[in-house]
Nanobody
Framework: VQLQASGGGLVQAGGSLRLSCAVS????????MGWFRQAPGKEREFVAA????????YTADSVKGRFTISRDSDKKTAYLQMNSLKVEDTAVYYC???????????????????WGQGTQVTVSS
C-alpha cells in the first residue's frame, strides 16, 4: 500500500487549505485513514481520522470546528479540509492508513502501518 499526500503550502492565518491522500496498491474501503502532524521540536500528534468500516470521523480537540476529514466514494482518497488556519497549525502533515485498527488506537500514530511522505503546511501571521 502506498500513500501520496499533497496540498500543503503557505497560507495566511485565517485562510484555508485542503490536503489529499491518495491510496494505491490496496483496497481503499478496508482502511482507516488518519492525518497526523509534526511541528519542529514537537512530537507527532493526531489531527483526524476516518474509519473504513463505517465512515465515522474523529477530530482532535485542537482543530475541531476548523478541520474536516472526508474520503471520496471509492475510498481511495482521503481529504483534510483546513479552515481558519492558525500559526500554530504550522507543521508537516502526514497521512496514514491501517486495515486493522481498533477504535482505542485510532489516535495513536504508532498503530498505523502505512504512511505517506508528508506535506508542509505553513501558516503566516
Amino acid at each position: 500500500v502506498q500513500l501520496q499526500a499533497s496540498g500543503g503550502g503557505l497560507v495566511q492565518a485565517g485562510g484555508s487549505l485542503r490536503l489529499s491522500c491518495a491510496v494505491s496498491g490496496g483496497s481503499g474501503s478496508r482502511y482507516t485513514m488518519g492525518w497526523f502532524r509534526q511541528a519542529p521540536g514537537k512530537e507527532r500528534e493526531f489531527v483526524a481520522a476516518i474509519r473504513g468500516s463505517n465512515g465515522i470521523a474523529y477530530t482532535a480537540d485542537s482543530v475541531k470546528g476548523r478541520f474536516t476529514i472526508s474520503r471520496d466514494s471509492d475510498k481511495k482518497t482521503a481529504y483534510l479540509q483546513m479552515n481558519s488556519l492558525k500559526v500554530e497549525d504550522t507543521a508537516v502533515y502526514y497521512c496514514a492508513a491501517d486495515s486493522s485498527l481498533i477504535l482505542s488506537s485510532i489516535r495513536q500514530w504508532s498503530h498505523y502501518d502505512h504512511w505517506g511522505q508528508g506535506t508542509q503546511v505553513t501558516v503566516s501571521s
